[in-house]
């Protein structure tokens, strides 16, 4: 859960004091402890937990009640043993939204003789191993030459053998 950050949702399963099934009847109430303080009633909807199905109940918590390191958010339902589900928060990073985005370029960048970041474009990375597969490349007198995405920026070239008696392949242009 991410620290002081609205939007977001808790869940506790509840199951019968008396035959342990699933409690899915009744009001179940969720109380806010943080930081070790004071047990309070949930602010929203005075802590009025939602049935989701299977005795799986959830609160959205006020953006005040994630404004803590260590959160407890406790569901009580007079049918159900209590339960507490105990989390400890983390701060929004101002880059989290495009984090995906960030690891899978860095991914792609990464050189795979090192296994370092690489900002360099001259060393083998993933991104370069899969141009051959998917943009044009030509072989022209023993040079294989594969191109970016443009089709007409030279990525990287290699040496090529050849056998003069076989027919051999001199392309690939996937939009040709």
Known sequence: MKKNVSGQVVGAQLNSKTDGS?????????????????????????????????????????QAETNYDHVAFTFVNT???????????????????????????????????????SGSTTVRTVRQALRMLRNKWTLAAGTLTVYKEDDSTSSWTAAVSTDAAAVPVIGSDPAG
């Open 22 to 62: 699933a409690v899915t009847a009744g009001t179940t109430t969720v109380s806010v402890t943080g930081d070790g303080g004071t047990y309070t009633t949930g602010s929203v909807g005075s802590g009025a937990a939602t049935h989701e199905g299977g005795g799986f109940w959830t609160y959205a918590p006020a």
């Open 79 to 117: 049918s159900a043993v209590t339960a507490t589900v105990q989390i400890y928060t983390s701060f929004p990073q101002s880059a989290d939204a495009p984090t995906a985005t960030v690891n899978a370029d860095t991914l792609l960048n990464r050189d795979m003789s090192t296994g370092s970041d």
